[in-house]
């Protein structure tokens, strides 16, 4: 079909969406996961502009929007769920204005419904310090034939995620190379292909010499594989590159050894490095560059204050408090 703004450009839905997916993928350099959840919201909406009788953009009005959103309401669609399906809903209808495809954006003035503000789940500094110590490694200077290369390693994985609030992929696809335990600094590779350095604690780059000096060499002689991964940091107990369900293995072992008594995911100890560094004076725009978000809106909700603070802060300064 021809668009109707004058343009004579095809306005078909499938041709448009893979020219869309192209442009963030190519040309943005978004993340693959990113541009597959695209498309799959993107498949949805225009399948179901297609049902309502639109065959390309320019019959799309803003009646079809609302309605859309409306039959997200309908189908019981959590604020989450729905905030994002409508954030891919803008993002294609701005891309075919920019085509010239549409002479408005018809989407624009749609908001994300409002939903409660999720805190994200957060460890106290002394529970962070119980799930580490929960690791049973032996004594530093101990690492002779008994120590255990899976424990070395799950103590120095625990000590890095924490130390650099990585995500659980920029763990998986760290290097040997990435790592610079000299200059306690490592280079994270994180969304879209962009690349950030951060420091490297103490306890972390002990916990990582440990493992590279005594862990890291028996799980690569394990490799079965004719071209094992030599270049990854974090190894499995085969010798090839860790995955994410195994790091999240990791995590909840541990947590289980240290009795925490509430359920953890790897992306809790990004959470609590980033709640900690906001609690211990660092300005949220320092995290947002060592967290690798894109925007600092993003880094603010951990500048939610705890419950404790919150009383303690009360108490302090309103006069009538006590």
């Not at 978004?30 to 019959?59: C, I, K, N, P, Q």
């Not at 119980?130 to 103590?155: F, I, Q, S």
């Not at 992929?169 to 994180?190: H, I, K, Y």
């Not at 499995?236 to 995955?243: I, L, P, V, Y």
Request: net charge positive.
């Amino acid at each position: 079909m021809t668009d109707t703004t004058g343009h004579g450009r095809p306005d078909g839905f499938a041709a448009l969406l893979e020219q869309f997916l192209a442009h963030i993928d190519v040309e943005r350099g978004l993340a693959r996961a990113t541009v597959a959840a695209y498309g799959s919201d993107l498949g949805r909406y225009t399948a179901w502009l297609e049902g309502r009788g639109r065959g390309g953009m320019a019959e799309v009005t803003r009646d079809d929007v609302e309605a859309y959103v409306a039959s997200l309401d309908a189908a019981g669609e959590s604020a989450r769920s729905k905030a994002r399906r409508l954030a891919s809903l803008h993002e294609f209808h701005r891309f075919a204005a920019a085509q010239r495809l549409v002479a408005d954006d018809v989407s624009a003035a749609i908001k994300a419904p409002k939903g409660a503000r999720r805190l994200p789940d957060v460890l106290s500094v002394d529970e962070v310090a119980r799930l580490l110590d929960a690791v049973p490694v032996p004594a530093d200077g101990e690492d002779g034939p008994a120590a255990d290369p899976v424990m070395l390693r799950d103590k120095a994985l625990l000590e890095f995620l924490y130390a650099t609030g990585c995500r659980v992929s920029e763990a998986c696809g760290a290097n040997l190379e990435d790592v610079d335990l000299d200059g306690a600094l490592a280079r994270l590779m994180g969304k879209g292909s962009k690349q950030r350095l951060v420091p490297v604690g103490g306890c972390a780059c002990q916990a990582l010499r440990r493992y590279l000096r005594a862990g890291r060499p028996a799980l690569l002689a394990r490799a079965k594989a004719k071209a094992p991964e030599r270049r990854a940091l974090f190894l499995n107990k085969r010798g090839a590159r860790m995955s994410r369900q195994s790091v999240w293995e990791v995590v909840k072992a541990a947590g289980e050894r240290a009795r925490l008594g509430k359920p953890l995911h790897p992306h809790t100890l990004r959470h609590s490095f980033a709640t900690h560094l906001i609690q211990g004076g660092a300005d949220v725009r320092t995290v947002q560059e060592l967290l690798g978000h894109a925007s600092v809106t993003t880094t603010q909700i951990y500048t939610h204050v705890s419950p404790e603070n919150l009383i303690e802060a009360y108490v302090m300064a309103h006069p009538r408090a006590r």
